[in-house]
């Protein structure tokens, strides 16, 4: 069954199971092209942690630019998935693709997604007195530390609130804007709505990829028990898992949208 959008965007309703699918279909494209794939996520976390250390800006340049760069990270996932081998640069493919037509309307997106990730953080507030936002935010006061931690979960919790839905009008609206050329109000809108609709399959996804990450905080626990005494030692094991756990999670975004979207091929 298909729900139809405004042209060229329709919408499939997709079964819970989808959601453990996409969860797996991620470490089954970066085993396909496993170098270029970590390649193009390493330099997505360079360029994300050097846009962090901009004076005043840090904190919110990176979420402008997440939406343009998603595109670039969906579009290697995507070619990888056609049988062809990504270049790292492909990563800036918003910048260049249909002579950068995209880039005014990703821009303000993630302008929407700063703006909204602030207001979150701000009600958050609410609960630990600011505490949340200045961790994030890399900014915390040795006060900081005696904030209980009910305060802190009570602030993730108002955080959460405020942002999913805010994410979920995120997750589709970079590839409506890029690949469908849907004005920023329509594909945030057409986004929540699709996400929503596939509810089910993106609640086993987000599950399916909270128990991945228990069981890699089990497993890290593990290695430092054994490799404690060599703190070099279990960096140079964790660094690679690490970014390849990662990249698997970015290559699953592709699956989300593969299934879900009809000629989603079509660029």
């Known amino acids: 069954m298909t729900d139809v959008f405004p042209p060229p965007i329709r919408i499939f309703r997709l079964p819970a199971s989808a959601g453990w699918r996409w969860m797996t279909g991620g ?8 170098v270029a794939l970590l390649a193009v996520a390493f ?39 056609a049988g062809r081998s990504p270049g790292p640069l492909v990563l800036f493919a918003a910048f260049r693709d249909d ?13 929407v997604n700063a703006v909204a990730v602030i207001a979150a953080l701000a009600l958050a507030a609410l609960a630990d007195d600011g505490t949340l936002m200045r961790l ?19 602030a993730a919790l108002l955080f959460l609130c405020a942002y999913v839905p805010v994410q979920m009008a995120m997750w589709y609206a970079p590839l409506f804007v890029a690949w469908h050329r849907a004005p920023v109000p329509k594909a945030l809108f057409f986004s929540l709505v699709a996400v929503w609709r596939n509810r089910r399959a993106f609640a086993v996804y ?5 128990g991945i990450a228990l069981a890699a905080s089990l497993a890290i626990r593990v290695l430092q028990a054994a490799l404690g005494a060599s703190p070099m030692l279990l960096s140079m094991v964790l660094s690679p898992l690490s970014l390849a756990l990662i990249t698997a999670v970015y290559c699953s975004f592709w699956p989300t949208y593969r299934d879900a979207v009809e000629d989603a091929v079509a660029s």
């Open 99 to 111: 002579g950068g037509r995209a880039i005014r309307p990703l821009l303000l997106l993630g302008v």
């Open 27 to 34: 470490f089954r494209l970066l085993r396909r092209q496993p």
């Open 206 to 210: 987000a599950i399916a990829w909270f």
């Open 136 to 154: 994030v935010t890399g900014q915390a006061r040795e006060e900081d530390l005696e904030v209980t931690q009910e305060a802190l979960m009570s």
């Open 43 to 81: 330099l997505n976390l360079v360029l994300l942690s050097l846009l962090v250390a901009v004076p005043l800006l840090g904190s919110v340049v990176p979420l402008a630019l997440t939406p343009a760069l998603t595109v670039g990270v969906m579009r290697a996932a995507r070619d990888t998935d």
